[in-house]
C-alpha cells in the first residue's frame, strides 16, 4: 500500500525524475500550472505536509512516511491536443500551441482542407508582392 509524500525534500528529486521521463521542463511545468519558474521551484522545495499541522506527528506515531508515485505507470499526461506527450520536445511543443493541429490534418488529408503557397494567396486576393 503506497501512501503519499514524503517529508525530506525526496519529493522534489521524484517530481524531477517523472518530468525527465515525460521530457517536460520544470519551465514548461511552470507555464502549464500559470506560475513561474521561481515560484514552482519554491514549491517544490517546501514541505509537502506543513510541519506546524498534525500530520508528521500522525504519520511519525504510526510509522508511516508519505511517498509520490504515478498514478497510473502507464498513463502518461495529455497534451492540450488532448493526446499523450510523445517525449519529443519539438513534437509536443506543437501539440500544446496548437491543440486543434490532429483535426487540422485529418481535414487536409481527407481532401476538405488544402494547402496553397503564399503566392497563390496573393493571387487570390488579388495582391502584388
Partial sequence: ???????????????????????????????????????L?????????????????????????????PINQDERPLTAAGVPYTGDAETDAVLNDFPDILERVRRLESGREELISVKEVAK????KR
Fill in 124 to 127: 487570390r486576393l488579388g495582391l
Fill in 1 to 39: 500500500m503506497a501512501y503519499l509524500v514524503n517529508m525530506a525534500g525526496e519529493h522534489k528529486t521524484t517530481v524531477q525524475q517523472r518530468l525527465k521521463a515525460l521530457n517536460m521542463t520544470q519551465a514548461r511545468l511552470a507555464e502549464e500550472l500559470g506560475t513561474t519558474p521561481a515560484t
Fill in 41 to 69: 521551484s519554491r514549491t517544490l522545495g517546501s514541505d509537502l505536509v506543513r510541519p506546524d499541522s498534525h500530520w508528521p506527528a500522525v504519520l511519525k506515531k504510526l510509522g508511516l512516511k508519505l511517498t509520490l508515485e
